[in-house]
């Protein structure tokens, strides 16, 4: 449900000459098994347009902006991230849409689990069914 899908604050250290965002082992619910980034998205791309189904994810703008577009099938929600110490919990089940990345973005991606197309729901209708 899109309920489950939260922003979560993840510690840091604070330092006139530099902060660090730190995600130690046991903080997230989920055990992270793969990193991933996406970077040099154009302004006009939309990235995702899917649904995993076992897959958590973690996502921080670790630069810029953007937004997700969360649905479950009945309820949407629209998530703007934009600040380095505020990352975004995405539970399985749940459609994403990644748009309006301002210049210069990059979103780093947290995930339970490696790449696997077969976790992928790529067709609305066919999640929408699913539900
Ligand atoms: C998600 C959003 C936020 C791989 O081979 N390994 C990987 O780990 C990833 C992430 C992608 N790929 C391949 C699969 C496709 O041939 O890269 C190509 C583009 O992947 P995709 O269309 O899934 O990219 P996005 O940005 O739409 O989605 C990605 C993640 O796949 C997805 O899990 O939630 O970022």
Redesign the pocket.
């Known amino acids: 449900r899109v309920e489950d899908c939260k922003i979560i604050e993840i510690p840091k250290v604070i330092n006139p000459e530099g902060n660090i965002g730190i995600l130690e082992n046991g903080f997230l619910p989920f055990e992270t098994k793969?990193v991933?980034y996406?970077y040099d998205v154009p302004s006009d791309a939309v990235?995702?347009?899917?649904a995993?189904k076992e897959?958590y994810?973690f996502?921080i703008p670790v630069s810029g902006s953007f937004d997700v577009m969360l649905h479950d099938g009945i309820q949407q929600k629209r998530v703007f991230l934009n600040k380095p110490d505020k990352g975004l919990l995405?539970v399985p089940g749940i459609w994403?849409e990644?748009e309006n990345f301002a210049s210069g973005s990059v979103?780093l991606?947290l995930?339970s689990n490696n790449?696997k197309?077969s976790d992928?729901i790529r067709d609305f209708d066919q999640f929408l069914k699913l539900q």
């Open positions: 793969r991933y996406l990235r995702g347009g899917h995993h897959l994810q996502l995405i994403r990644l979103c991606v995930a790449y197309e992928y």
